[in-house]
């Protein structure tokens, strides 16, 4: 695709798989982060980007910066001519958003801003935001479409950062013609690059389901909490659309390059692979491919959960041209073989 891309929140999870792909598909990457909640970090340098340096063969600027400094963002913006930017960079723990909304909100929202005012100035209107199924509330409808209605039952201050965000881009896209804008609303995503050598950060604090598998695979814990049995799903387990961080990557390589085919201003695509897995089929699949005994229990269920959670992916299959590739167990075995690489991050 031979394009300069600003990449935020790159030295993150999903951004820097993200930047492999975007390094295969020819593209230059400027990558800025400010280490909140990235993987690894080594004298300002990104120790995760260091590894896609390696997996890739193929150089990333990168500049430690925090997108609440516009001082900053215009400087990076002044000194090299980007084409368009992909948006990772939020904070995104749920149970912290609620014990800090203010951090959230400001984080989230005024570093989108800050990042919306400076591509305008630079003339820069080719963007993709990282959105998330969140927005959905608890679904009436599956699998959920794009048209679902959103905005609703929210329960988290991280989730709504996300929905105000969306109908931000949606008005600044309706006062600009200029603006191309696409949201991708991930599912749950899961897993690591193949190499083992990138991957989401074993030794944060976590609430997510797969790093808790994990540790109890492991034995640093001894038992695994199933949240919720009564749930009017099959086996009363929670159901969500896990999907591989790699799809998600190449997604948005995708949705890039259906922005620079095609301008409608603002689009928003599912980014899941349209099948629900609930948290025992999810810990079946792990312990046959992981070949690892996970004991857990069934409790109450979580608050602020949701019971279940799919895509309809179709629209970015007819559009993106894109598809969710990886099964279940290549997640599992990918999410394994990167922990047990790297039991400290
Ligand atoms: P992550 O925390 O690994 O990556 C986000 C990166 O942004 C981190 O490296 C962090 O240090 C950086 N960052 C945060 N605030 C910043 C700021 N003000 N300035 C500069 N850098 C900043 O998270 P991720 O899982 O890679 O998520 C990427 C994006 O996808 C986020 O916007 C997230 O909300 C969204 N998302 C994630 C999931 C998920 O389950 N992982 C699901 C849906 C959507
Ligand atoms: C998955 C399933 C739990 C932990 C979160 C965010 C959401 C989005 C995706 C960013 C549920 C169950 C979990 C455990 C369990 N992120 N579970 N025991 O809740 O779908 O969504 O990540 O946008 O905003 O809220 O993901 O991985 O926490 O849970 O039984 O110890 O696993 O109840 O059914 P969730 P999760």
Not at 262 to 286: E, P
């Amino acid at each position: 695709m031979s394009k300069t891309v600003f990449v935020t929140g790159g030295a993150g999870y999903i951004g820097s798989h993200c930047i492999v792909e975007l390094l295969n598909a020819n593209c230059q990457v400027i990558a800025v982060d400010n280490f909140v909640n990235s993987v690894g970090e080594e004298n300002g340098e990104s120790a995760a980007l260091k590894k896609v340096e390696i997996i890739t063969g193929k150089s990333v600027t990168f500049y430690q910066m925090d997108l609440l400094d516009i001082t900053e963002l215009d400087a990076i913006f002044h000194k090299h001519k980007i084409d368009c930017v992909i948006h990772f960079a939020a904070m995104k723990a749920v149970g912290e958003s609620m014990e800090y909304p203010l951090l959230y909100y400001k984080n989230n929202i005024i570093g989108m801003l800050n990042l919306l005012e400076v591509m305008e100035r630079y003339n820069c209107y080719q963007l993709v935001f990282s959105s998330s199924c969140t927005v959905y509330g608890e679904p009436t409808e599956f699998p959920v479409t794009e048209n679902h209605s959103i905005g609703q039952n929210i329960t988290n201050v991280y989730g709504k950062t996300k929905y105000f965000i969306e109908e931000m881009l949606e008005d600044i896209s309706h006062s600009n013609e200029k603006w191309n804008i696409i949201a991708l609303r991930y599912f749950n995503p899961l897993g690591a690059h193949p190499s083992g050598l990138i991957g989401e950060d074993p030794t944060k604090p976590f609430s997510n389901i797969m790093p808790f598998i994990s540790q109890v695979a492991i034995g640093r814990k001894t038992v695994l909490t199933i949240f919720g049995g009564d749930y009017e799903t099959p086996d009363g387990t929670g159901v969500r659309d896990y999907i591989h961080v790699m799809d998600l990557a190449s997604g948005h390589v995708a949705a890039l390059s259906y922005l620079f085919r095609k301008h409608d201003r603002i689009k928003v695509f599912n980014l899941g692979t349209g099948t629900g897995v609930s948290v025992l089929d999810l810990v079946k699949t792990f312990e046959k491919v992981t070949n690892t005994v996970v004991p857990f229990k069934i409790t109450g269920r979580r608050e602020g959960d949701i019971s279940i959670m799919y895509a309809d992916a179709k629209l970015a299959e007819t559009e993106l041209n894109w598809k969710a590739k990886h099964t279940l167990e290549e997640m599992c075995a990918d999410f394994w073989r990167w922990q047990t690489m790297n039991p400290n991050g």
